[in-house]
T-cell receptor
Framework: GESVGLHLPTLSVQEGDNSIINCAYSNSASDYFIWYKQESGKGPQFIIDIRSNMDKRQGQRVTVLLNKTVKHLSLQIAATQPGDSAVYFCAENPGGFKTIFGAGTRLFVKA | GAVVSQHPSRVICKSGTSVKIECRSLDFQATTMFWYRQFPKQSLMLMATSNEGSKATYEQGVEKDKFLINHASLTLSTLTVTSAHPEDSSFYIC???????????FGPGTRLTVL
């Protein structure tokens, strides 16, 4: 497979605080990026996407930032809630249909 | 919209038997579907890309004779794990891409346990 399995890094935040989850992508040819949320025992859920001609995109309580110079992607979650606790994956599309997933970050929200 | 279902959600089988997992796009047509495997605390690993009406494209290291994929219609792809062994135990997730789109919508996954 193209994604590397690693022990998941963990981010712990207090309820109500903002969360920032970072991701380094691998392919400079990637032109489409997606963030997914995966809760335990479930499939990934689409959160937000961004194309390479943009550097920022906002959704409801979420913002994705793209820095193509350093191949870095981040997901910001405003006013983090307990329901945001999950594993978050960034994914890149280097062209064609294939999507390459990052290793994932586990977000814990403390009440 | 863009709902993908998988069946079964959980399956336990004996070593040596075959297991079929179905992936359906419920409210859209999917020319392309993808099959992933996910081990505990790891990311999703693409196994194969399934195209309606043609042979699936398998990733390097994935045995096509062991993981049989059939994409017979625009709303259904099946993955059959043949002669399953305990090391095949994993969480199998499918996704579907709407015709003309490039966003993947994921199914809820199937937990396979091989005894």
């Amino acid at each position: 497979g193209e994604s590397v399995g690693l022990h998941l890094p963990t981010l712990s935040v207090q309820e109500g605080d903002n969360s920032i989850i970072n991701c380094a992508y691998s392919n400079s040819a990637s032109d489409y990026f997606i963030w997914y949320k995966q809760e335990s025992g479930k499939g990934p859920q689409f959160i937000i996407d961004i194309r390479s001609n943009m550097d920022k995109r906002q959704g409801q309580r979420v913002t994705v930032l793209l820095n193509k110079t350093v191949k870095h992607l981040s997901l910001q979650i405003a006013a983090t809630q307990p329901g945001d606790s999950a594993v978050y994956f960034c994914a890149e599309n280097p062209g064609g249909f294939k999507t390459i997933f990052g290793a994932g970050t586990r977000l814990f929200v403390k009440a | 919209g863009a709902v993908v279902s998988q069946h079964p959600s959980r399956v336990i089988c004996k070593s040596g038997t075959s297991v079929k997992i179905e992936c359906r796009s419920l409210d859209f047509q999917a020319t392309t579907m993808f099959w992933y495997r996910q081990f505990p605390k790891q990311s999703l690993m693409l196994m194969a890309t399934s195209n309606e009406g043609s042979k699936a494209t398998y990733e390097q290291g994935v045995e096509k004779d062991k993981f049989l994929i059939n994409h017979a219609s625009l709303t259904l792809s099946t993955l059959t794990v043949t002669s399953a062994h305990p090391e095949d135990s994993s969480f199998y997730i499918c996704s579907a891409m709407a015709s003309g789109g490039n966003t993947q919508y994921f199914g809820p996954g199937t937990r396979l346990t091989v005894l």
